[in-house]
């Protein structure tokens, strides 16, 4: 499984971008795909998670009601749509997959999975 990001880029305080995780290999279908980011000299936070066969989602206090994460299995892709977005959320974000987990606050259950390149999110004020 190799994972592919896309979309990242430099958009100003209030707008919108939608990150790519693109999987070539082994369908999607069976694992679970996380969003982590990580600004300088800050902690890599998890952001946002979807699981595989029912697409349940997971979202960080931080995001929620701002992003949205999606999945279309036909692409073997995830979605991060990202709205309203603030300075703070400058990062560099990642895409994670990792069979069988269970989308919840555990983000560290993702420590062994398979890691995109990473794409880098510039928010200006």
């Known amino acids: 499984l190799q994972l592919v990001q896309s979309g990242g880029g430099l958009v100003q305080s209030g707008g919108s971008l939608r990150l790519s995780c693109a999987a070539s290999?082994?369908?999607?279908?069976?694992?679970?795909i996380g969003w982590f980011r990580q600004a300088p000299g800050l902690e890599r936070e998890g952001v946002s998670c979807?699981?595989?066969?029912?697409?349940?989602?997971y979202y960080a206090d931080s995001v929620k009601g701002r992003f949205t994460v999606s999945r279309d299995n036909a692409k073997n892709t995830v979605y991060l749509q990202m709205n309203t977005l603030k300075p703070e959320d400058t990062a560099v974000y990642y895409c994670?997959?990792?069979?069988?987990?269970?989308?919840?606050?555990?983000?560290?259950?993702?420590?062994?999975?398979?890691w995109g390149q990473g794409t880098q999110v510039t928010v200006s004020s």
């Open positions: 994670v997959a990792q069979p069988g987990v269970i989308c919840g606050p555990v983000m560290s259950l993702f420590d062994l999975g398979e």
């Open positions: 290999g082994p369908t999607l279908d069976d694992y679970a």
């Open positions: 979807i699981t595989g066969r029912d697409s349940s989602t």
